[in-house]
């Protein structure tokens, strides 16, 4: 198999027949392990489906999106699309697969009648929403070849050999690793040799077929063009993916600032990127953050405004970065600025409602997506005797809240700290509070949560 190299085929001759998108969204990312398909992954505030949308909206070129998506998303789509302004999208209801989704979507440019159905193209560009980092000129070399030639695909050179195995697990052979290429997307076809492909596939290949250049050669004889692609164009598929996703985002925002700045380029990413390398360097800055950064959230009384910058001169004592924030500025988006851990001090058990509400803060802006974000709730027991049941019942709300965090990739755990009134008492039990809560931040240990320590 030849793959053609990119020089051969221009990437900037203009675009003068009609080209529409289908971007299969209808997936539940399985692989990733989080609970949050991956596509509404939220990266500084703005899920990773509306960075690949935004990614086609901007050419000129491309008249209509259509966004497939699950039924259980169907909402959360037309929100997004709302929120962010996108106007070229329509969105559909997706099937059991991918091929069913796809082709979900190749219908909507059929349903003619219908008010606000896109227009028909000649070219049909199809892109999984989860490869956000798709650049103009490509789409233009995908879109110029699907024209000429039928069907057209980005590959990559293959990173391993492909082998087959036996039905017992032993190799039965392997493969010439030049011969071959990994098919990613972007792809284009005719949109007329496309439709025909799914109309005439069988079930066999709405069921297992991962390959649309593929049903393109079976049903309709099309032999695709190949060109070689950017390694940008790789699949989100795995939770390292979304952490490497995340850092180009990050990055290419660093970028584009500084390019608009200085008036250069309205580069919208970095021209080289070492995956492995990000994907290295996010873990190990993110373990930093996660295990030295904290926000004491405080209220506004006196001993608890106190026992919070001790709090913070204690732990900073141990290097950990600490902020203190009023529960006052939570509406601000103040805490939500930094990948922290949070700290709640409070005096009484009416501070579980602060609590819930923080809780509902990190599921709505998806801050606990990635990384699981630790809560301790230090419970300040003011009282000479303080009712058992004011125990009681911080101990239940933590115990439920908890469960409810946990799902949420939220770590919610009590302390109790008696208060105390000598002064050299009270600087101990500050010194263990501190040894205590700097442990449940490094070891996340999720069997803790949901527990009511006492100091
Ligand atoms: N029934 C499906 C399955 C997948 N997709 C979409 O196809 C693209 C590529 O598929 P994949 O990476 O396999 O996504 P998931 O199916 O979500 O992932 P997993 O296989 O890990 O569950 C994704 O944008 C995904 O949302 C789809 O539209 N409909
Ligand atoms: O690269 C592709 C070629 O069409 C597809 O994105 C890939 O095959 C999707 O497969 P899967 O859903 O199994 O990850």
Redesign the pocket.
């Known amino acids: 198999m030849e793959a053609d190299s990119n020089e051969q085929i221009s990437g900037s001759c203009s675009i003068d027949f009609t080209v529409a998108v289908v971007l ?9 392990g989080l609970s949050t ?3 509404f992954c939220t990266f500084l505030n703005r899920p990773l489906i509306s960075y690949t949308i935004q990614a086609f909206e901007r050419v000129g070129w491309i008249e209509h999106i259509v966004v ?1 998506v699950a039924k259980d998303n169907l909402d959360l789509m037309v929100t997004i699309v709302q929120q962010f302004g996108h106007n070229k999208v329509k969105v559909v209801l ?5 091929h ?2 796809i082709f979900n979507g190749l219908k909507a440019f059929e349903a003619t009648g219908e008010e606000c159905a896109p227009t028909k193209p000649k070219v049909v560009i199809i892109h ?3 490869r956000p980092f798709v650049e103009e000129d490509f789409l233009v070399k995908i879109a110029v070849a699907a024209k000429e030639q039928g069907a057209a695909g980005a590959v990559r050179p293959l990173v391993s050999t492909v082998i087959a195995t036996t039905s017992e697990g032993y190799l039965d052979h392997s493969l010439e690793r030049s011969k071959y290429r990994a098919s990613e997307m972007p792809q284009g076809f005719l949109y007329d040799i496309i439709y025909q492909a799914y109309l005439q596939c069988s079930e066999a290949d709405f069921e297992f077929g991962t390959e649309c250049l593929h049903l393109a050669l079976q049903y309709c004889g099309t032999n695709a063009r190949l060109i070689e692609g950017p390694p940008t164009l790789w ?1 989100v ?1 795995y939770k390292r993916d979304l952490f490497a996703a995340e850092s180009i985002i990050k990055e290419s925002g660093t970028t584009k600032k500084m390019t608009d700045k200085n008036k250069q380029c309205s580069g919208t990413m970095p021209a080289f990127v070492d995956l492995d390398n990000i994907v290295f360097s996010h873990l190990v800055e993110t373990e930093e953050t996660l295990s030295q950064t904290a926000c004491v959230v405080t209220g506004v009384c006196e001993e608890s405004v106190q026992l919070a910058h001790a709090l913070q001169k204690t732990l900073g004592a141990q290097d950990m970065q600490v902020d203190v924030v009023s529960t006052l500025l939570r509406s601000s988006g103040t805490f939500n600025s930094k990948n922290w851990n949070f700290i709640h001090v409070a005096m009484n058990s009416s501070c579980l409602a602060d609590l819930g509400e923080l809780v509902k803060t990190f599921e709505e802006t998806g801050y606990a997506v990635l990384n699981p974000v630790v809560l301790i709730l230090v419970h300040l027991d003011v009282s000479e005797q303080s009712p058992t049941g004011e125990r009681a019942a911080v101990l239940g709300g933590v115990r439920d809240l908890a469960t409810e965090a946990k799902q949420r990739n939220i770590l919610l755990y009590g302390i109790l700290l008696n208060h105390v009134k000598d002064a050299e008492q009270r600087e101990e039990a500050v010194q263990k509070l501190s040894q205590i809560i700097m442990a449940l931040i490094k070891e996340r240990n999720p069997a803790l949560t949901g527990q009511l320590l006492w100091v």
């Open positions: 299969p969204a209808g997936g539940s990312g399985e692989r990733t398909p991956k596509q497939v997706g099937g059991s697969t991918r069913r989704s999984d929403a989860v699949k598929t």
